[in-house]
């Protein structure tokens, strides 16, 4: 943790980040027994995340084909969320 944070690092929650690099990197530190019941949430969680994200899109593409909004969401992010 950096000793000279600003407001914005201080505000990033460190622990799941941690979690989720050392699952994607097959890290041994991840695999403690002192992470398995927020490796268990996030597990849970995650699923309801991208279904909420992808909500959102669409509700944000409606929008903007009705005319309502002044901006489109590009394709590219439409693709990024899907494969992901």
């Known amino acids: 943790m950096p000793t000279n944070a600003n407001k914005k690092q201080r505000a990033t929650n460190i622990k799941p980040l941690m979690l989720i690099l ?32 992808n909500s959102v899109i669409q509700e944000l593409q409606g929008m903007a084909q009705r005319g309502q909004s002044p901006k489109r969401m590009p394709s590219k992010v439409i693709e990024i969320v899907q494969n992901f």
Do not use: C, N, S
Request: no cysteine; aromatic share 10%.
């Open 22 to 53: 050392a699952h994607m990197f097959r890290l041994p530190q991840g695999e403690e027994k002192v992470f398995d019941k927020d490796m268990e949430y996030i597990r849970k969680m995650t699923p309801q995340m991208i279904a909420l994200l």
